[in-house]
């Protein structure tokens, strides 16, 4: 149930984690418009969606305090991602129990993943729960 640009998410960090990182494409130079490093053939968050590069994640307009990512091996931050995530529970709940139901689910995810602490899911949580 969880969205899959999050489990892409998680298996893009897993293998960066396995791998090490920076395998860098040394021939052909593709465009990258927003800067980030990951060039757009492999940028799942350019500018046409939104690199969010805010030091911290914001959600609705509420800082979280969370640390931001720097761009993942696609090209998206930890912000692009728990916003998409917001976004996708925005469109799938029918009411605000279902939006937060689906909020709590995927940072559960986020959290066994180890990509945010307890403290910080509890904060996503918080925030959502006061969103309408
Ligand atoms: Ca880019």
Redesign the pocket.
């Known amino acids: 149930m969880y969205s899959e640009k999050l489990r892409r998410f998680l298996a893009v960090s897993a293998m960066a984690f396995f791998l090490g990182a920076s395998s860098a494409h040394a021939q052909g130079v593709p465009l990258?418009?927003?800067?980030?490093?990951?060039?757009?053939d492999l940028?799942e968050c350019?500018l046409s969606i939104t690199?969010l590069v805010s030091p911290t994640v914001i959600i609705n307009g509420v800082d979280t305090g969370i640390q931001n990512t720097a761009?993942n091996a696609v090209?998206c931050t930890l912000a692009d991602l728990i916003t998409d995530m917001i976004d996708v529970c925005l469109d799938d709940a029918k009411n605000h129990g279902q939006f937060v139901s689906c909020v709590s689910h995927e940072t559960n995810i986020l959290k066994r993943a180890r990509t945010i602490s307890g403290k910080q899911k509890g904060k996503i949580q918080s925030i959502v729960a006061k969103m309408r």
């Open positions: 990258d418009s927003d800067g980030d490093g990951i060039t757009d940028d350019d690199t761009p090209g």
